[in-house]
């Protein structure tokens, strides 16, 4: 119950010390905990997103230094698929066994057309796939509807 919290917190990820140990997290921004209870960590200041599998404070890199600058937010979709949202380039990415592909923002430039986003920090999904988008450098919140296939899909 989250009434009585006298027994029920705990530390599920990092050590109170910023660091870039598996067991340490450096100015971590959004979360997300899939159906098994991992729970995945924007790592912005570490430039990565970390999975802590439940009961294990020891953390995994699965995406890391070289290939996302200062995450705030990260969604595993139900395909597997990381969304990524990338604050300082000003674009989301996603991740899956094609790699990484840029699907919003990929020229790093930030700005108020509609395929730019100007420090974005917060990205989410509804039940039909569209996903929207906290566009923080323009004050507002951005709607990116789902694009479907010639088979529906």
Known sequence: SLDNITDS??????NTTNGSSLNM???????FV??????????SHNHRIQRFRPNELDGTTVVGNSTIHFPTNVVLDAD????????????????????IRCIVGCS????????????????????????YVTNWGNSKIQKFLLAT?????
Not at 9 to 14: Q, R
Not at 83 to 99: A, H, K, L, N, Y
Not at 116 to 131: E, K, R, W
Request: hydrophobic share 40%.
């Open 108 to 131: 790093k430039v930030a700005g108020s057309a509609t395929d730019q986003l100007y420090a974005p920090v917060i990205q989410t999904f509804d039940s039909y796939g569209n996903m």
């Open 80 to 99: 597997a698929y990381l969304f990524i949202v990338e604050f300082f380039e000003s674009r989301i990415v996603r991740v899956g066994p094609d790699g």
């Open 34 to 43: 899939d159906d098994k209870f991992n729970l995945y960590v924007a790592d």
């Open 149 to 153: 296939n010639s088979c529906g899909k």
């Open 25 to 31: 997290l450096d100015h971590p921004y959004g979360i």
């Open 9 to 14: 917190v705990s530390i599920a990820a990092g």
